[in-house]
């Protein structure tokens, strides 16, 4: 019986460890950053990819009749401190395809799925009109073309908004934000399986110990199977924070756990990528000392 307790004490503090980063965790503005939105940064290979304001000739954003600002994807080279490098548009071969943000790739870099809007109306039950809800996309990669083969999610309903999708590590599950019908919040975390990037399975509300009675956005799923994701529920540090939550624990009581400082801020942070040696990434922030949209910070020693 001795020798019990300090084992027990041991695996204690291994799960504790399992949710926590490192006090030397530093966080960089990038120099990308100016006074449009740069967020939603995500890495493939020799590559990363960003959401990035669609300007007109004369570099004005380009809004929508609804007031809401239009995106595009960027790709770009990454120095060895996280800084991005010669970003130009994606390629693309669908240009109705123009409103794209908030992406998700296969570890191959042969499938991306991403934000972007419905081509016909349906009912936004939030704001009581008839607009153009958001959907999920998927598209392929082809060597000399670009990304091609756009196809719509088929449970991607018209009065209803998808958005946000994020690849599990092994590809065979996509998490992605809603407001479908059984939706508790704001917006509620869901996840399908996906069968060779072509089938998908039923859609499926994660647990309310996840998902909150408000906002639940951007889910990422790191390369150790763990759930983080952006919420303003209540008790955060500021409006909008990043939470992690293990999807591999067998703790019944398992919380969603709010980052610490300095990856969380008194502003909103969002949108948490980490790379697969789980100690660099970026997030997205509306912090002090910002450049006035939504910037890009590298962090690392995570």
């Known amino acids: 019986m001795k020798n019990k307790a300090p084992l027990t004490l041991l695996f204690i503090l291994m799960f504790s460890i399992s949710f926590c980063q490192s006090k030397d965790v530093e966080v960089k503005k990038l120099d990308i950053n100016n006074r449009y939105d740069h967020f939603a940064a995500r890495v493939v290979g020799d590559s990363l990819y960003f959401s990035y304001n669609l300007t007109t000739k004369r570099g004005r954003p380009i809004k929508d009749k609804f007031d809401g600002y239009i995106y595009t994807m960027y790709t770009s080279e990454v120095s060895e401190d996280g800084e991005i490098l010669n970003p130009k548009p994606v390629k693309k071969t669908d240009l109705s395809a123009f409103n794209m ?125 763990k759930l983080y994701f952006t919420s303003n529920r209540r008790g955060g540090k500021g409006g909008l924070d990043i939470y992690v939550y293990d999807l591999e624990s067998n703790d019944e009581e398992q919380k969603p756990k709010s980052l610490a400082a300095p990856i969380n801020s008194r502003g909103d942070d969002f949108s948490f990528f980490l790379n697969d040696d789980l100690t660099t990434g970026y997030i997205s922030s509306r912090r002090l000392k910002g450049e006035g949209g939504d910037d890009l910070y590298y962090f690392e020693k995570f």
């Not at 958005?163 to 509620?188: N, V």
């Open 101 to 225: 943000s908030a992406a998700t790739f296969s570890k191959d870099g042969k499938y991306m799925y991403f934000t972007t809007n419905q081509l016909s109306k349906g009912t936004n039950k939030l704001k009581g009109i008839d607009t153009y809800n958001l959907q999920i996309s998927r598209a392929e990669y082809v060597q000399g073309k670009g990304w091609t083969n756009f196809e719509v999610l088929p449970f991607c309903e018209q009065d209803f908004n998808y958005a946000h999708p994020a690849l599990s590590p092994d590809g065979s599950t996509l998490y992605f934000i809603s407001d479908r019908e059984g939706t508790k919040g704001k917006s509620d975390l869901y996840k399908v399986s996906v069968s060779n990037h072509i089938t998908y399975g039923d859609v499926v509300r994660l647990d309310d110990d996840i998902n909150s009675s408000r906002t639940e956005i951007f889910p990422f799923i790191s390369a150790d199977n």
